[in-house]
């Protein structure tokens, strides 16, 4: 369901979301400068990643975040975790300029260690709840997870929300974790972003509380986004409400 138009004094924020499959391209090469120059070609205010970590031993952040603050302006929101990873369960949300408010790492539930990061930003402008999330390959987990992030917001004091990640859901009816979410969110409708070369499958996704809107929802298909994963990224242009101080 797309959102209603906004009106046009509402503040905007360029935002994206990207599983840059561990910064390993379609030719099979691991770039993490390529993943870089991507996002600078995106030019985001604020965006999530998937796959930024790597999975096993350390968990190790991949890229180089001197060289990417350096390129474009963003730097990773710490989690509350010491250690070499950059996010949590390879989920990082990246931002220009905010203040957090609050953060919680969530455990999902599954075969596969999953999870999801919840932040609230003071933006300045207004204060956003950005959920990053990387949901399991089997649809019956999917569904949990979904719930378990719905179950974690529902606990919080309300906020316009914002979430991002890949969903690994390409399907919205009924039983399906899309139509949980929806409960919550206005959901746009869908982008293909999987595999970049031809994208088919609406894998990655975002979705905003009724109080924020999403426009110019699209995948940023460049032949460098092409190369750099088997994902492409997904850019919007979200309208949040009227501060209130």
Same mark, same amino acid.
């Given at each position: 369901m797309t959102s209603p138009a906004p009106p046009p004094h509402l503040?905007?924020?360029?935002?994206?979301?990207?599983? *840059?499959?561990?910064? *390993?391209?379609t030719d099979r090469r691991r770039d993490l400068r390529r993943t870089t120059a991507v996002i600078a070609e995106i030019a985001p205010d604020l965006m999530t990643l998937q796959e930024a970590d790597l999975r096993f031993g350390t968990r190790a952040g991949l890229l180089d975040l001197h060289h990417l603050r350096d390129q474009t302006g963003l730097k990773p929101l710490p989690t509350g975790m010491d250690g070499p990873s950059h996010g949590w369960h390879g989920n990082v949300i990246l931002c220009r300029d905010a203040d957090i408010l609050d953060h919680h790492r969530l455990s999902l539930p599954g075969l596969e260690p999953r999870g999801a990061l919840i932040t609230d930003l003071d933006l300045g402008h207004g204060r956003l709840r950005v959920v990053a999330a990387h949901l399991a390959l089997l649809r019956r987990f999917r569904r949990a997870q979904a719930r378990a992030i719905l179950a974690l917001l529902d606990r919080l004091p309300p906020l316009p929300t914002?979430?991002?990640?890949?969903?690994n859901e390409w399907k919205s009816g009924p039983g399906t974790p899309l139509a949980d979410l929806g409960r919550h969110f206005v959901l746009p409708d869908p982008e293909p972003s999987f595999p970049t070369r031809r994208p088919f499958l609406s894998l990655d996704r975002m979705m905003a509380t009724a109080d924020g809107y999403l426009s110019d929802l699209r995948a940023h298909n460049t032949p460098l986004a092409r190369r750099a994963s088997d994902h492409l990224p997904l850019t919007a242009r979200l309208h949040l409400p009227a501060h209130r101080k």
């Open positions: 503040p905007t924020l360029r935002v994206a979301s990207w599983n *840059i499959h561990k910064g *390993i391209g914002l979430l991002m990640g890949d969903l």
